[in-house]
């Protein structure tokens, strides 16, 4: 029987592959058809990506005239621009009234939800939950492709070790391991498993590559990372994200090794290509063609076209230099036309697999459109979604949850507020109405008659007139709610800040706040690690809530009134003061590493080295131990992994979630390791009272990393294995790689 069983597996499986390789060969066929009809100019036109100007553009330029490219067929997608109908009518152009009749890509930034808006991409990465992560990402998609989205421009996937970077918010924070499940998870959740489903688009991984390294935090800067560094912290999120399927990737701004990425071909040519077989096509940023100019590589948009051709680049985003002069410099023998051929090839591959050439108009759906929006379902996936995303940073003498019957003085510009909730590049997002505010979510679980409200002050001005009503608010509380942070628009693109305090007068209001002498619970909005150092010292809770998007209000009560458990854990560190920054946990020991009996050890002079709060950090409303930490051996080998245990209990009142993290490092190697790299983690469920044994289990392969000749190997020597609640409160372990 088993062996029937086997039998008919196998021939079923052959009778799979034999069928996706007839359907490869119909495609290609097709495509190298249609490419054998196309004239040079047509082929170009497929490289060319225009916004419509419908939407928010993210560049300094529009070319008003590209509704009369589209017709003579000199362009391949349009971006910014949604709507079922909108998208019709532009794939209609392309369809109806240019030679060939090719559609056209729809592309668009959907980041962190379409229209329901899920909470900010760091913010989701701290919930530790990849199907909850998944989830988000496949909403986004499905919302978005019912309004003629068939590309979505992201994960965004740079590591960022700088929080005054404001793009640090779009990403999954500071650690490889992490952020390289993040970005396959969001794939999968984008694209689905075949691009041909009309609920998902196909996905678009950016910024190839290094981009979060800008120099100082400020957007667009320059990035110098070593190739070691290049191959063992940038780039894996992106290996993965394309492993995971992802049908295209963008360029960066930046350059890398002074080659600017859109036309760097060590990391289009020799990495996408050669080492990473990568099949899909390559877009540019937006105008990154012609910003080679500025950076100083390029003499002019020509030559710019001709460097970034020549490099890799298959698509121009909204540059127009590859419309303007790649027949030029093909005529001059300056690039070659099989190259412009294999790109357009590319495109229309992605175009077939997306089903367009099929039914140009299939994402383009007016009814979808009514239905598959802002779904009770979609809804309460938000909800649920930012009550993950939640870090409790502090909760001293178990301020929080909110004792039922007490007063609650809700203080602060964030209350009320429905626009700075959803966060930057928040799509279709309704920005006024839709969005429930702290304080709708609060009457809705409390109750209007236990609220006392008071605005205090805005976000960023120096007018504090509303304090003497704050105060006398707060004073007839039990206990104080103040919710502060920042405007949705100091982080996301070009949006830097040189200091992480609380804008404008809200760290006044705070400590007017304290001098009532009521329990203060600080909820902080904001998109990245805050220099919170005095709220820290002087409020008894603080609870992190990101910018936790349409449904944030409500989980903002869930977590206040105890109905959920916060067990968001921070994936990015917090400095104590910016001086500090680049401040992460995984940094490489020094020479001198930081002794306090000497004077010579790598410190400051008026700081510690230490984080205010740690990666990995974020508390819950019941407390977790860690004891009697195992290992399988005192070796590991290719043969033989090794097996770490560890039992966590819940020693709290409450039953609660808690992610168990799993650290290594490597003692000596043949270049300098990090001092503690994650490997791996478990969410676990722990009810008040109950212990686990929770399990790892480590292999030489998990040990790998990218040696000075950029080989990716593990060594033999020393290792030290860490277990814990955060980085830095862990278990110790040895054991030895033979
Ligand atoms: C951003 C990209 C974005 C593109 C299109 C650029 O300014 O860097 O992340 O996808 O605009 O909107």
Same mark, same amino acid.
């Not at 003497?468 to 608010?473: C, G, P, R």
């Given at each position: 029987?088993?062996?029937?069983?086997?039998?008919?597996?196998?021939?079923?499986?052959?009778?799979?592959?034999?069928?996706?390789?007839?359907?490869?060969?119909?495609?290609?066929?097709?495509?190298?058809?249609?490419?054998?009809?196309?004239?040079?100019?047509?082929?170009?036109?497929?490289?060319?990506?225009?916004?419509?100007?419908?939407?928010?553009?993210?560049?300094?330029?529009?070319?008003?005239?590209?509704?009369?490219?589209?017709?003579?067929?000199?362009?391949?997608?349009?971006?910014?621009?949604?709507?079922?109908?909108?998208?019709?009518?532009?794939?209609?152009?392309?369809?109806?009234?240019?030679?060939?009749?090719?559609?056209?890509?729809?592309?668009?930034?959907?980041?962190?939800?379409?229209?329901?808006?899920?909470?900010?991409?760091?913010?989701?990465?701290?919930?530790?939950?990849?199907?909850?992560?998944?989830?988000?990402?496949?909403?986004?998609?499905?919302?978005?492709?019912?309004?003629?989205?068939?590309?979505?421009?992201?994960?965004?996937?740079?590591?960022?070790?700088?929080?005054?970077?404001?793009?640090?918010?779009?990403?999954?924070?500071?650690?490889?391991?992490?952020?390289?499940?993040?970005?396959?998870?969001?794939?999968?959740?984008?694209?689905?498993?075949?691009?041909?489903?009309?609920?998902?688009?196909?996905?678009?991984?950016?910024?190839?590559?290094?981009?979060?390294?800008?120099?100082?935090?400020?957007?667009?800067?320059?990035?110098?990372?070593?190739?070691?560094?290049?191959?063992?912290?940038?780039?894996?999120?992106?290996?993965?994200?394309?492993?995971?399927?992802?049908?295209?990737?963008?360029?960066?701004?930046?350059?890398?090794?002074?080659?600017?990425?859109?036309?760097?071909?060590?990391?289009?040519?020799?990495?996408?290509?050669?080492?990473?077989?990568?099949?899909?096509?390559?877009?540019?940023?937006?105008?990154?063609?012609? @910003?080679?100019?500025?950076?100083?590589?390029?003499?002019?948009?020509?030559?710019?076209?001709?460097?970034?051709?020549?490099?890799?680049?298959?698509?121009?985003?909204?540059?127009?230099?590859?419309?303007?002069?790649?027949?030029?410099?093909?005529?001059?023998?300056?690039?070659?036309?099989?190259?412009?051929?294999?790109?357009?090839?590319?495109?229309?591959?992605?175009?077939?697999?997306?089903?367009?050439?099929?039914?140009?108009?299939?994402?383009?759906?007016?009814?979808?459109?009514?239905?598959?929006?802002?779904?009770?379902?979609?809804? @309460?996936?938000?909800?649920?979604?930012?009550?993950?995303?939640?870090?409790?940073?502090?909760?001293?003498?178990?301020?929080?949850?909110?004792?039922?019957?007490?007063?609650?003085?809700?203080?602060?510009?964030?209350?009320?507020?429905?626009?700075?909730?959803?966060?930057?590049?928040?799509?279709?997002?309704?920005?006024?109405?839709?969005?429930?505010?702290?304080?709708?979510?609060?009457?809705?679980?409390?109750?209007?008659?236990?609220?006392?409200?008071?605005?205090?002050?805005?976000? @960023?001005?120096?007018?504090?007139?509303?304090? @003497?009503?704050?105060?006398?608010?707060?004073?007839?509380?039990?206990?104080?709610?103040?919710?502060?942070?920042?405007?949705?628009?100091?982080?996301?693109?070009?949006?830097?800040?040189?200091?992480?305090?609380?804008?404008?007068?809200?760290?006044?209001?705070?400590?007017?706040?304290?001098?009532?002498?009521?329990?203060?619970?600080?909820?902080?909005?904001?998109?990245?690690?805050?220099?919170?150092?005095?709220?820290?010292?002087?409020?008894?809770?603080?609870?992190?809530?990101?910018?936790?998007?349409?449904?944030?209000?409500?989980?903002?009560?869930?977590?206040?009134?105890?109905?959920?458990?916060?067990?968001?854990?921070?994936?990015?560190?917090?400095?104590?003061?910016?001086?500090?920054?680049?401040?992460?946990?995984?940094?490489?020991?020094?020479?001198?590493?930081?002794?306090?009996?000497?004077?010579?050890?790598?410190?400051?002079?008026?700081?510690?080295?230490?984080?205010?709060?740690?990666?990995?950090?974020?508390?819950?409303?019941?407390?977790?131990?860690?004891?009697?930490?195992?290992?399988?051996?005192?070796?590991?080998?290719?043969?033989?992994?090794?097996?770490?245990?560890?039992?966590?209990?819940?020693?709290?009142?409450?039953?609660?979630?808690?992610?168990?993290?799993?650290?290594?490092?490597?003692?000596?190697?043949?270049?300098?390791?990090?001092?503690?790299?994650?490997?791996?983690?478990?969410?676990?469920?722990?009810?008040?009272?109950?212990?686990?044994?929770?399990?790892?289990?480590?292999?030489?392969?998990?040990?790998?990393?990218?040696?000075?000749?950029?080989?990716?190997?593990?060594?033999?020597?020393?290792?030290?294995?860490?277990?814990?609640?955060?980085?830095?409160?862990?278990?110790?372990?040895?054991?030895?790689?033979?």
């Amino acid at each position: 029987m088993q062996k029937i069983i086997y039998i008919l597996t196998l021939l079923s499986l052959s009778f799979t592959i034999s069928a996706q390789n007839s359907d490869k060969i119909k495609m290609n066929k097709f495509v190298d058809d249609l490419l054998n009809k196309m004239t040079l100019e047509e082929k170009i036109g497929q490289t060319v990506l225009y916004t419509s100007g419908y939407d928010v553009i993210t560049g300094p330029t529009v070319d008003p005239n590209y509704k009369e490219y589209l017709k003579k067929g000199m362009v391949g997608g349009i971006f910014n621009g949604v709507g079922a109908d909108y998208t019709r009518s532009l794939q209609k152009i392309a369809v109806e009234e240019t030679r060939l009749g090719i559609p056209l890509l729809f592309g668009y930034d959907v980041i962190h939800g379409y229209k329901t808006i899920f909470p900010m991409p760091l913010a989701e990465s701290c919930s530790w939950d990849l199907d909850a992560i998944e989830n988000s990402a496949r909403i986004a998609s499905k919302e978005a492709t019912a309004e003629g989205i068939n590309w979505i421009f992201a994960p965004m996937v740079d590591i960022a070790r700088d929080a005054r970077w404001g793009r640090i918010v779009e990403g999954a924070g500071e650690d490889v391991y992490w952020g390289s499940l993040v970005a396959a998870a969001r794939i999968r959740g984008i694209q689905g498993k075949d691009l041909k489903d009309r609920e998902r688009a196909m996905a678009c991984v950016k910024h190839f590559a290094a981009y979060g390294a800008s120099m100082a935090g400020r957007d667009y800067n320059t990035v110098d990372v070593s190739l070691v560094e290049l191959w063992n912290t940038y780039l894996p999120p992106f290996k993965a994200a394309l492993y995971a399927g992802s049908a295209t990737i963008m360029t960066a701004f930046n350059d890398l090794n002074g080659i600017p990425a859109t036309a760097n071909k060590y990391l289009l040519k020799d990495i996408l290509i050669d080492k990473w077989k990568f099949d899909g096509f390559v877009v540019s940023d937006y105008t990154s063609v012609n @910003e080679m100019i500025p950076h100083g590589y390029a003499r002019d948009e020509k030559h710019s076209a001709e460097l970034s051709m020549n490099a890799g680049l298959d698509m121009d985003m909204q540059g127009g230099v590859f419309m303007k002069y790649l027949k030029e410099l093909i005529a001059e023998g300056k690039v070659l036309e099989k190259d412009v051929t294999l790109a357009a090839r590319k495109i229309l591959i992605k175009k077939y697999e997306l089903g367009l050439f099929e039914d140009p108009y299939r994402y383009s759906d007016s009814k979808r459109e009514k239905t598959d929006i802002m779904t009770a379902e979609h809804k @309460e996936a938000a909800r649920d979604m930012a009550r993950k995303s939640f870090v409790l940073l502090k909760n001293d003498n178990q301020v929080l949850p909110l004792t039922s019957g007490k007063k609650i003085a809700l203080i602060g510009p964030m209350i009320k507020d429905k626009r700075e909730i959803i966060g930057s590049w928040s799509a279709m997002g309704d920005r006024t109405n839709v969005p429930v505010s702290i304080y709708e979510g609060m009457v809705e679980a409390v109750g209007e008659h236990n609220l006392l409200y008071a605005k205090g002050c805005d976000i @960023e001005s120096d007018d504090t007139s509303g304090f @003497e009503e704050a105060v006398k608010t707060a004073s007839q509380a039990d206990i104080v709610v103040v919710s502060v942070g920042e405007f949705h628009n100091m982080t996301g693109e070009n949006n830097s800040r040189a200091g992480l305090d609380l804008p404008g007068v809200q760290l006044q209001l705070l400590k007017k706040l304290k001098e009532t002498g009521k329990p203060i619970v600080m909820v902080l909005m904001s998109g990245r690690p805050m220099t919170i150092t005095w709220e820290n010292a002087h409020l008894d809770a603080i609870l992190d809530v990101w910018f936790p998007g349409t449904m944030g209000g409500a989980a903002i009560a869930d977590v206040l009134t105890g109905k959920y458990n916060p067990s968001g854990k921070l994936t990015v560190t917090f400095p104590q003061v910016v001086g500090q920054i680049p401040l992460f946990y995984n940094h490489k020991s020094t020479g001198r590493p930081f002794d306090a009996s000497t004077n010579y050890g790598s410190r400051y002079w008026d700081v510690s080295n230490d984080p205010l709060y740690p990666f990995g950090y974020g508390l819950s409303y019941t407390t977790f131990e860690y004891a009697d930490m195992k290992l399988s051996s005192e070796t590991i080998t290719k043969n033989s992994p090794l097996k770490i245990s560890v039992k966590v209990s819940n020693t709290g009142k409450y039953d609660g979630e808690e992610v168990v993290q799993l650290y290594t490092r490597d003692v000596i190697g043949s270049i300098t390791r990090p001092v503690k790299e994650l490997k791996g983690y478990s969410k676990i469920f722990l009810k008040a009272g109950e212990s686990r044994i929770v399990d790892f289990t480590l292999t030489v392969d998990d040990l790998r990393f990218y040696n000075a000749d950029l080989e990716y190997v593990y060594e033999i020597g020393d290792f030290s294995v860490f277990v814990g609640g955060n980085s830095q409160k862990t278990l110790e372990g040895k054991f030895t790689l033979k």
